[in-house]
């Protein structure tokens, strides 16, 4: 395996028993848009440390998952998302599914990146591999998911192509740095924050 794979619904029990041998895995979702219950979720791309990625087409109206959610919550596979916060609020108002646990690389450039404020996945991909993202499809009709162009296929893919890496390096400078355990907790906080964001409270941290 190591071409991209693509699913309607979820993924097939071939691809779910591969990725349950992994490590970590890679995800991210695409959507009609950023407003949390009321665009839906199009597409979740996946990625395993060997460079396998999968994409995951959801039908409109669709509400479950069964091979998915028993990968996303698997406690022995850690899921890695940039701007993990805004995915698993997807995936749990969606598709019922309870993702544990989380690495966000988005976090965890905040915490460490302090030299700068850019923390967007194309400025983290160019410094920490060098390589550079086509961002051009980001904001696309996915709802029209059975007809993906070649180009929306291959910016949904690179979305998650790079994250185990990002992971890797971050976790370096995170622990160079003694934020390793801040992190951790962070990332173990984010099924609250996004408990919190399904009921629509707002911020209730601040004053
Ligand atoms: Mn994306």
Redesign the pocket.
Known sequence: MNKLQIFDTDLDQELLDYYLNSKSIAV???TMGLVLGRDRLCLI?LCDQAGQVSVIRILQGQTSAPRLKLLMEDARIVKIFHFARFDVAQLQLHLGISTKPIFCTKIASKLVRTYTNSHGLKTLVQELTGVELDKSS?SSDWGNAVNLSAEQLS??AN?VRYLNTLREKLTVMLEREGLDKLADSCFDCLPTIVQLDILRYPFIFEH
């Open positions: 991210d979702t695409e791309q980001q910016y949904a979305d």
